[in-house]
């Protein structure tokens, strides 16, 4: 099966985010960049799934020259080849999701993961778009019921099955109440949660095979697609800082506290 999987640049959680002064976004120097983690859980995904049933991982990555580096992280741990499309600007999720959808036409997979958001702006939109687009069925929230200590997670066992004929796929999603199993004729569009799957690290021989590994680069004009975007954020703002806590001498004074002064028993 043909797989293609996606890899989005965002800030490192662990850097210091800090909005500019004029509101106008984040100041960028001093950042570290990844892969987004939903996107790489799906890259992990699309992995396991080649190795049991055979077939090839494109992964697909929108942004100037420096998504390169999240490209090659892919390809590092195994994707086969990679697809860049180039575009400095901004854009929104729908503008996202039509990219996706000219680049999905092109290569014909039968399953496109993404992770359900990026943890740089949280939206949670892209892959619901892209399946409306494509007028494919989706699984949304991919996650597992067995643990990340299982058997089947130390083997590397793709929680997405497919069937015996390759016509579906199966896939366990998290709802509010629990876990529910759903199935989507091929070719389907699933989006990834945290608890799927933990992606492997590149190896050595992975990180040096990825330098020779083709990206093929692509550009909005050259999809035919329009990215002005329809949403324009109009300014960012740090949260108010939080107050600085205090320690109690005892119990009733905490209930004192809470009751008093926090209001909420």
Not at 78 to 101: F, S
Not at 132 to 158: C, D, H, I, R, Y
Not at 250 to 258: M, Q, S, Y
């Amino acid at each position: 099966m043909k797989i293609l999987v996606t890899a989005k640049r965002v800030e490192d959680p662990e850097s210091k985010i800090k909005v500019k002064p004029d509101g106008s976004g984040i100041v960028q120097e001093g950042l570290k960049y990844k892969i987004n983690p939903f996107d790489e859980i799906g890259v992990e995904e699309g992995l396991r799934l080649v190795a049991k049933h055979q077939g090839e991982v494109v992964v697909v990555s929108i942004g100037g020259k420096e998504v390169q580096e999240q490209l090659r992280h892919a390809l590092a741990m195994g994707a086969h080849r990679a697809v860049w499309v180039n575009h400095t600007g901004p854009v929104d999720q729908l503008g996202i999701a039509a990219l996706l959808q000219k680049v999905v036409e092109k290569e014909q997979p039968d399953l496109v993961i993404l992770g359900k958001q990026s943890i740089d702006d949280d939206q949670n939109q892209v892959g619901q778009y892209l399946a409306e687009f494509l007028g494919w069925g989706q699984a949304t929230f991919a996650s597992k019921v067995e643990s990340m200590e299982s058997e089947q997670e130390k083997n590397k066992v793709p929680a997405i099955v497919l069937s015996a004929d390759k016509k579906s796929v199966q896939v366990i999603r998290e709802v509010d109440n629990g876990l529910a199993t759903v199935e989507c004729q091929l070719p389907a569009v699933v989006t990834t949660d945290l608890r799927l799957n933990q992606p492997r690290y590149a190896s050595l021989p992975g990180i040096m095979k990825a330098k020779s590994k083709p990206i093929e680069e692509l550009t909005p004009a050259k999809l035919s697609v329009d990215v002005t975007p329809a949403i324009q954020v109009l300014k960012m703002s740090a949260p108010p800082a939080r107050k600085a806590g205090i320690k109690v001498a005892d119990v009733p004074a905490l209930v004192e506290k809470l009751h008093n002064e926090a209001k909420v028993v």
